[in-house]
């Protein structure tokens, strides 16, 4: 059995051909023509049907991860912040018309905690929380006893909404937060490399910390909401091995109840850019969990 499987993005958009295994067999890239913010939402689906359509006859599922609120089972996107002319378009709909069977939508957090699941610690642990720390926001995902967590209303792991400092943490806790600031310190753009050679300058490090207790404060009010025995931490600047995770960890400890931090284990995404392309697939693959 194989399925392709799409992950949306906001500037691109990768595909994979994956099997049973969880192996990718092919793999590409592309715009998603997302990059003016107001995309005529049909035509960019047009461009993904092209991209992929000779795969159509050749897979037993398709599996989509997408930014927002989507209801997984009608394939409807309910609300999406980023791009909101993406609202109320039926994604199930779209492909069904183009001649797909067994077509599976997820948000893109919750397709990654599920890859997570798919591998230990994760796999063995009965309340996981995730959260994606991105360029542009946050992003969460929850297993419950053992299942995606959803919510009432499909607005479970919505956690960039939390408020941090008068602010929402998706806005304060962003890598574009941090990296805004940083700009302003140098007067030009820093690249990743360029921070991490400078971590320790003063001038640098004073803001890196502010905003790593910014994180600190948004994982630790999802800590004490959904009492995991596990935390996992993603996005691609978390991701750089650069990055110290033990930093962040550090700062939860200081501000958090110490008999409950002594229970916790934090860790790194272990399926990094590939989470959500895994995930999706696990929809079709895996369908107990979800």
């Not at 047009?46 to 599922?61: A, G, L, Q």
């Not at 309910?78 to 069904?96: A, C, G």
């Not at 408020?163 to 310190?185: H, M, P, T, V, Y």
Request: overall charge neutral.
């Amino acid at each position: 059995m194989k399925v392709i499987s799409i992950n949306l993005g906001s500037l691109i958009t990768r595909w994979v051909i994956i099997n049973e295994k969880y192996e990718i067999l092919e793999s590409g890239v592309f715009n998603t023509h997302f990059h003016n913010f107001n995309p005529d939402v049909t035509l960019m689906w047009e461009n993904i049907y092209n991209k992929i359509s000779n795969y159509k006859n050749d897979v037993d599922s398709i599996c989509i991860s997408t930014p927002g609120i989507v209801d997984h089972k009608s394939g409807e996107i309910i609300v999406n912040d980023t791009f909101k002319n993406y609202e109320h378009f039926n994604i199930k709909s779209f492909l069904r018309e183009k001649g797909f069977k067994n077509i599976f939508v997820e948000n893109d957090a919750n397709c990654a905690i599920l890859s997570e699941h798919l591998l230990e610690p994760v796999k063995s642990a009965n309340d996981v929380a995730m959260i994606i720390i991105r360029r542009f926001g946050i992003g969460g995902g929850y297993i419950v006893n053992n299942h995606l967590h959803r919510g009432a209303h499909l607005w479970g792991g919505e956690v960039g909404r939390i408020f941090i400092k008068g602010e929402q943490w998706e806005f304060s806790g962003s890598i574009n937060a941090l990296f805004k600031q940083l700009n302003r310190i140098k007067g030009s753009k820093l690249s990743y490399d360029d921070f991490f050679d400078n971590i320790h300058d003063p001038k640098y490090r004073v803001i890196f910390e502010e905003w790593l207790l910014t994180v600190a404060l948004g994982v630790i009010n999802v800590i004490y909401i959904i009492d995991p025995e596990l935390i996992v931490i993603g996005g691609k600047f978390i991701q750089n091995e650069r990055f110290d995770l033990n930093l962040l960890i550090e700062k939860i400890k200081e501000n958090i109840e110490p008999s409950l931090f002594s229970k916790l284990k934090i860790i790194k995404s272990k399926h990094g850019a590939n989470s959500s392309l895994i995930g999706a697939a696990s929809l079709y693959f895996n369908p107990l969990i979800n």
